[in-house]
């Protein structure tokens, strides 16, 4: 089983600011096969980035996703960055494997206002 | 417009069974897998297991087989999580969400509303 490790466990940030969020995995995973998710509080989560790199539909272009590795089909660190944050972006974000069984997640990073 | 919409809040005892549902709408719903994800109160999200209702392909996490069962009608387009004993570690929230194609690798792209179930004696 792949494990997701991210960090930092919470972001405290003001609106305006950039987000950096990391995603560690035990084993090297496809970059085709690494997926954000957005929870905000009583709401069900949404995805926002996956294959690592690419936007899902209507997620807006100040979120945007990266992978590392010496291949660039494969590797074990993936950033999620905000480039500005807005008052909705305060939430939970999670970071997903898809590329094997069974699928994990991260124990997620709080974005919360400073 | 793709709708996942489940049943709604259950209340019920340890030692009880429970059937809970996620009716697919908007899209084939036969082509696509329907997976369910758990999340304790307060805690993170746990991928329980996937069906393709065109055939009933399921496909279990090692840490929830023999725990739950995964079934779907197809002819309803509805997919189904159950237990036949639960527990008070049942509690949580459950959410489904279909895969965003027909293949089996891809990312959760919808995701129902989520169907609180707790276990009280």
């Known amino acids: 089983e792949i494990v997701l490790t991210q960090s930092p466990g919470t972001l405290s940030l003001s609106p305006g600011e950039r987000a950096t969020l990391s995603c560690r995995a035990s084993?090297?995973?496809?970059?085709?096969?690494l997926a954000w998710y957005q929870q905000k509080p009583g709401q069900a989560p949404r995805l926002l980035i996956y294959?690592?790199?690419?936007?899902?539909?209507?997620?807006p272009d100040r979120f945007s996703g990266s992978g590392s590795g010496t291949d660039f089909r494969s590797g074990t660190d993936f950033t999620l960055t905000i480039s500005r944050l807005e008052p909705e972006d305060f939430a939970v974000y999670y970071c997903q494997q898809y590329g094997s069984s069974p699928r994990t997640f991260g124990q997620g990073t709080k974005v919360e206002i400073k | 417009e793709v709708q996942l919409v489940q049943s709604g809040a259950e209340v019920k005892k340890p030692g009880e069974s429970l059937k809970i549902s996620c009716k697919g709408s908007?899209?084939?719903?036969?082509?696509?897998?329907i997976g369910w994800v758990r999340q304790m109160p307060g805690k993170g999200l746990e991928w329980m297991g996937i069906i393709y209702p065109g055939d009933s392909d399921t496909r279990y996490s090692p840490s929830f087989q023999g725990q739950v069962t995964i079934s779907a009608d197809k002819s309803i387009s509805t997919a189904y999580l159950q237990w036949s004993s639960l527990k008070a570690s049942d509690t949580a929230m459950y959410y489904c969400?279909?895969?965003?194609?027909?293949?089996?690798?891809?990312?959760?792209?919808?995701w129902g509303q989520g169907t609180l179930v707790t276990v009280s004696s």
């Open positions: 084993q090297s995973v496809s970059s085709s096969y």
């Open positions: 969400v279909r895969q965003g194609g027909s293949g089996y690798y891809l990312p959760f792209d919808y």
């Open positions: 294959g690592a790199s690419s936007r899902a539909t209507g997620i």
């Open positions: 908007g899209y084939s719903f036969t082509t696509y897998w």
